[in-house]
């Protein structure tokens, strides 16, 4: 079992940057996969970004590239989603990811195994 939690979630004004934090314990960090989604209110929890256990293969959602960039720590456990150029439309419940399948590439996917509780983000404009 592999317990997740986020944190960093907050009040961000558009344009600007926020960094999400996601602590991992229960089992043997660099053994996992990690990633990130996010969830607004009636809609499905979308893709954000998946990251391979070394962190040498990172996919992202079109709709972030270029904007937001995740890494890892292995020596605090800890997995990051860091935020820029924030836009109104990256307002969301934002769900840490580990474990599971994870394909990299051109047709990557990514299905986690183990979810954190979330952390939500608010966008002014």
């Known amino acids: 079992q592999v317990q997740l939690v986020e944190s960093g979630g907050g009040l961000v004004q558009a344009g600007g940057s926020l960094r999400l934090s996601c602590a991992a314990s229960?089992?043997?960090?660099?053994?996992?996969?990690m990633g990130w989604f996010r969830q607004t209110p009636g809609k499905e929890r979308e893709f954000v970004a998946a990251?391979?256990?070394?962190?040498?293969?990172?996919d992202y959602a079109d709709t972030v590239k270029g904007r937001f960039i995740t890494s890892r720590d292995n020596a605090k456990d800890t997995v990051y989603l860091q935020m820029n150029s924030v836009e109104p439309e990256d307002a969301a419940v934002y769900y840490c990811?580990?474990?599971?399948?994870?394909?990299?590439?051109?047709?990557?996917?990514?299905?986690?195994?183990?979810w954190g509780q979330g952390t939500q983000v608010t966008v002014s404009s």
């Open positions: 990811a580990a474990d599971g399948e994870y394909l990299s590439g051109h047709d990557y996917y990514y299905y986690p195994a183990f």
């Open positions: 229960g089992r043997t960090f660099p053994n996992y996969l």
């Open positions: 990251m391979s256990r070394s962190g040498d293969s990172t």
